[in-house]
């Protein structure tokens, strides 16, 4: 079991940047990948970025230069810096991890991410 807890979330105006944390309950961090995604009510879960534990990175499309993923090994937490945000990338947001490695950003849309935090709510006002 490894749990996961979000924060640093909040209300910030268009263009303006957050920084979310995902710390996590294995000591090992680094022998997990880690995703985020963004929920919005009444939509379905979106992939925003991961880094894998064999050192690989993926961002969607819709981040690709405003998001930054990093990991903290000794903090056994991940990260998610998000740059230039826009009122479409609000949401719930998630982080995840799986036990799987991946390559291209396809593979890490689709691993089995077993562990999930409770997420943390973003909201960009316009």
């Known amino acids: 079991q490894v749990q996961l807890v979000e924060s640093g979330g909040g209300l910030v105006q268009a263009g303006d940047s957050l920084s979310l944390s995902c710390a996590a309950s294995?000591?090992?961090?680094?022998?997990?990948?880690t995703g985020w995604f963004r929920q919005a009510p009444g939509k379905e879960r979106l992939f925003v970025a991961a880094?894998?534990?064999?050192?690989?990175?993926s961002y969607a499309d819709s981040v690709k230069g405003r998001f930054t993923i990093s990991r903290d090994n000794a903090k056994n937490t991940v990260y998610l810096q998000m740059n230039s945000l826009k009122p479409e990338d609000t949401a719930f947001y998630y982080c995840?991890?799986?036990?799987?490695?991946?390559?291209?950003?396809?593979?890490?849309?689709?691993?089995?991410?077993?562990?999930w935090g409770q997420g943390t709510q973003v909201t960009v006002s316009s």
């Open positions: 995840a991890a799986s036990v799987n490695a991946f390559r291209t950003t396809a593979q890490a849309m689709g691993l089995i991410y077993s562990y």
């Open positions: 294995a000591r090992a961090l680094k022998n997990y990948s």
């Open positions: 880094i894998s534990r064999t050192g690989g990175i």
